[in-house]
């Protein structure tokens, strides 16, 4: 059975995509900048958004000096409904903030 948090097929629902895009960027653009700044590889990234989601990663652009890079960084395990991709995205920014020695305020 599918409803709009989850689904059967290799993708999430355009609603669910949109929302917790919307909700990453409007909300935690900070917090995807230190994910790309340190868990991507990006310590030169100024500006970060999160642009995508699948089962099994997550996708940001990184603004360098150069430009907009691309960044895909995968989740600790699968993720298969939006409950889990909430948990992999704060696992993946207390990451970074372990990783980079910064705390919640």
């Known amino acids: 059975m599918t409803d709009e948090n989850t689904s059967e097929s ?3 629902s ?3 995509v949109a ?3 919307a909700h990453m960027n409007d909300d935690h653009a900070d917090d995807s900048l230190l994910i790309c700044r340190v868990l991507g590889g990006r310590p030169d ?3 970060a958004r999160m642009t995508g ?3 099994e990663a997550a996708t940001f652009d990184a603004t360098v000096l150069e430009g907009v ?3 895909r960084l995968a989740w600790d395990r699968p993720v298969r409904d939006r409950g889990d991709v909430r948990t992999a995205v704060v696992a993946m920014f207390r990451a970074a903030q372990e990783r980079s020695g910064t705390s919640a305020p």
């Open 10 to 12: 290799a993708q999430f």
């Open 14 to 16: 355009p609603g669910v």
């Open 19 to 21: 929302a917790v895009l």
């Open 45 to 47: 990234a100024v500006a």
């Open 53 to 55: 989601f699948d089962h």
């Open 69 to 71: 890079v691309g960044v």
